[in-house]
């Protein structure tokens, strides 16, 4: 902790000199010739061991101006004490090992999205059309990843996601999409805790749907307050048994396809009858009808790979950043395809768009396709089983929700934007005012408590997916704007630790596609108009038009930052002074999950 506090007061001491820029001659970052060899000595010794992990998040709060006023009283001989409890106060501890950010990449947020909500877009949009909604969406969010990866792996802070599109594209767009990515999660929360119930219901209906919401909302809360270790352990084993479901599921459905029950081999026969596409909504034409069934389903494919970006929330977390965001990122596309898009693949193949159970509207576990086909193999105790690992996922996926939710206003507290009481945290290193205020939107949940509980849970999917997108839209406008900024300053992007693919192209093609889905995926409102159904549609868009505005007429600064006051340098050269020591694997196991995460 001694040179930790040492290693501060240097850079604050260093950053207030005028003589010394942020960047050299060229534009370039300083090296670490540039500093006085005192303060090289302390950094060279400054080493991370990711086992300890005691070091200290230095963003946000510890700003230069902040640090450099210390100085500049002249208060030598209390300025460390100050400074000490600063940092006391608003500390996250980097404890999330390798294996925990690639299992929480790999499966951290798989829940309701994938194990039940799926079945709206089969029922109208069909096998085909639902297949290849989720594999467009899924190119979409590879871009949307692979941009954050670049990004968080340079600058890896809390909540990169909103810090990112206040340094590169302006303070208003910034915190705008803070605060929209916190009402996304938090209102996600709501969705996870409503379905636990009805999961636990599928067993028994003694006990009140009411009375499950308050006791998982309670236990979920509590469970935030414990160490980010405590969270990454807790995480990383429960994203395995989804991962091992999930594999499992799909060897499963292999079996019956090829006419492992009494229905014989079923093969490819629900795509001839009732046919590959689904009967379609709204428009009494059949072609335009299915058409609009497949742009339906589109906003279902958004909610479902939500959370794939949650590696960039957890950079600020990670020990050894560098090394265990790319790997995370590169996980992505196993995802996509071995999860959701096979995981949809059988499950079309298994079951007719047109079978009643996928749009039941009594409880939303009685559709979830997962359990319906196991149930038509008439494979005896294994609904039940699935069914647990469904409660236990969803579980999970809360959990992250209200992690996620508490951290995003932990960086708007660090930036200004929001109470400096959210950065404080807990000695565990937890933002316990952001688990309060987060999971305050869970009680949500109890919209559900009625006769169409169904309908509840698709207003929360619409109204979370929207503000999601949105969020998706603010990491590709900035990692535009990153790259435009990097060639600016001279620095090729084959110098850093993580190159996105197949940029800028990728970006600029899930801009645009996020773009269009947020205007259009509300088109059901206007055929015929009705009021309740637009407002469920848009309100996270109108709630994100009243933010920047109103951020804009706060500020009263550029739109859009010029190149050349983007900063690229806050938090990354605290990174890149830290000597990071990874234990390497000794047993076998170890080496398996080095492997494996």
């Avoid at 084993?237 to 396809?257: D, M, T």
């Avoid at 689904?278 to 909610?303: D, E, M, Q, R, Y």
């Avoid at 079951?351 to 193999?377: E, G, T, W």
């Avoid at 259009?520 to 848009?538: K, L």
Wanted: with cysteine.
């Amino acid at each position: 902790m001694g040179k930790f506090r040492s290693f501060i007061k240097a850079r604050a001491v260093g950053d207030s000199d005028d003589t010394r820029s942020q960047t050299s001659g060229d534009g370039s970052p300083y090296e670490m010739e540039d500093i006085v060899p005192d303060e090289k000595i302390r950094l060279q010794k400054l080493k991370h061991v990711s086992t300890q992990a005691d070091v200290h998040s230095v963003t946000g709060s510890l700003t230069r101006s902040r640090l450099n006023s210390r100085v500049d009283d002249g208060a030598e001989s209390d300025g460390s004490d100050e400074l000490e409890a600063e940092v006391h106060e608003t500390k996250v501890k980097r404890a999330l090992k390798q294996r925990h950010i690639g299992m929480i990449a790999l499966g951290g947020t798989i829940g309701t999205g994938l194990f039940v909500g799926i079945s709206t877009p089969l029922s109208v949009a069909g096998p085909v059309g639902s297949l290849i909604a989720y594999i467009f969406m899924g190119t979409i969010i590879y871009f949307v990843t692979q941009s954050l990866g670049e990004m968080a792996t340079f600058i890896p802070v809390t909540s990169s996601i909103t810090v990112f599109s206040k340094r590169f594209l302006s303070p208003a767009f910034g915190v705008a999409n803070g605060y929209m990515y916190w009402f996304n999660w938090a209102i996600t929360y709501a969705v996870e805790i409503s379905v636990i119930g009805q999961v636990i219901q599928y067993w028994t209906k003694a006990v009140p749907l009411a009375a499950w919401i308050a006791i998982f909302w309670v236990l979920v809360t509590l469970m935030n307050f414990f160490p980010v270790k405590v969270y990454g352990e807790v995480e990383f084993w429960i994203a395995f048994v989804k991962v091992l479901a999930i594999v499992g599921y799909l060897i499963y459905a292999l079996v019956i396809v090829c006419g492992g029950s009494h229905q014989g081999p079923i093969g490819f026969r629900y795509w001839r009858h009732p046919g590959a596409f689904g009967p379609g909504i709204i428009s009494k034409n059949k072609n335009t009808g299915k058409f609009l069934g497949w742009v339906a389903s589109l906003i279902n494919a958004a909610f479902t790979y939500q959370g794939t970006e949650l590696v960039g929330i957890t950079a600020g977390e990670a020990a050894n950043p560098r090394k265990t965001v790319p790997r995370a990122i590169n996980k992505v596309v196993f995802r996509i395809v071995l999860f959701y898009i096979m995981s949809l693949f059988f499950i079309g193949m298994l079951l007719p768009y047109n079978d009643k159970r996928l749009s039941a509207q009594d409880a939303v576990i009685a559709s979830s396709p997962f359990v319906i086909s196991i149930k038509n193999a008439h494979t005896k105790v294994l609904p039940d089983i699935f069914n647990a690992v469904v409660m236990v996922t969803v579980m999970s996926a809360a959990n992250s929700n209200v992690y996620v939710g508490s951290r995003v206003l932990y960086a708007l507290a660090l930036t200004g934007n929001a109470p400096k009481q959210f950065s404080y945290v807990t000695r565990y290193g937890v933002p316990y005012l952001g688990v309060v205020c987060t999971a305050s939107l869970g009680l949500l949940a109890f919209l559900v408590v009625n006769n169409n509980a169904n309908t509840a849970f698709n207003w929360l999917i619409n109204i979370s997916t929207l503000a999601g997108l949105c969020a998706w839209l603010f990491i590709s406008l900035a990692h535009i704007r990153f790259m435009q900024a990097l060639k600016f300053r001279g620095i090729s992007r084959d110098d850093l630790p993580f190159k996105a693919k197949l940029m800028p192209w990728g970006a600029y093609y899930a801009a645009f596609f996020v773009t269009v889905i947020i205007f259009i995926q509300g088109y059901q409102a206007f055929c015929p108009w009705d009021v309740s159904t637009f407002f469920t549609s848009y309100i996270s868009l109108i709630l994100l038009a009243v933010l920047v505005v109103g951020c804009q007429l706060y500020y009263r600064g550029r739109f859009l930052l010029k190149l050349e006051d983007i900063d690229i340098d806050t938090d990354r050269r605290e990174i890149e002074s830290i000597v990071w020591e990874d234990d390497e694997p000794k047993t076998l196991w170890d080496k398996f999950w080095a492997w494996a995460a």
